[in-house]
């Protein structure tokens, strides 16, 4: 079992690093472009209808964990609208490889590492953390 295990990590850990992850890379920098950088407004998702390539098209109900609510989108996927690349569009991150029934704003990734980079052994980790996070989005603090 555990060599199993370890042949699936390794897998998935390659098919992350070679396949999802170089095929985000444009539709991040678009969204950091769109956004200006997480400082606007992510755009609302428009109402997603089945793609018309001629390839069957999957519904995928995912939640998505947001700084302030959690709520869920409907994607349909196929092979020339994958998951991951649309959840970027729209500033979430997936949390599995191809139909990821749960995702993660950009945002809120951005604020737990600046938050894991600061924590120990600084106690005022929470207020730093902020500081920076909301400074890179032009909020300036005296």
């Known amino acids: 079992p555990t060599i199993r295990h370890s042949h699936w990590r390794y897998g998935a ?41 001629g390839e069957p098209n999957v519904r995928l109900e995912v939640t998505c964990v947001r700084l302030k609510c959690v709520d869920s989108i409907v994607l349909y996927v196929c ?3 994958p998951a991951p690349r649309q959840l970027i569009e729209h500033g979430l991150f997936p949390c599995a490889l191809v139909f990821p029934k749960l995702t993660v704003e950009l945002d809120m990734l951005e604020f737990a590492a600046g ?12 207020a730093v953390t902020l500081t920076e996070f909301l400074s890179t989005r032009g909020y300036i603090f005296t």
């Open 13 to 53: 850990a390659h098919k992350w690093n070679t396949i999802i992850l170089p095929n985000l890379i444009h539709p991040y920098m678009a969204f950091c472009v769109a956004t200006n950088s997480g400082r606007d407004c992510v755009p609302s998702p428009p109402k997603m209808n089945p793609c018309s390539c």
């Open 79 to 81: 092979k020339c609208l």
């Open 115 to 126: 938050l894991f980079v600061n924590l120990a052994p600084n106690e005022m980790a929470w």
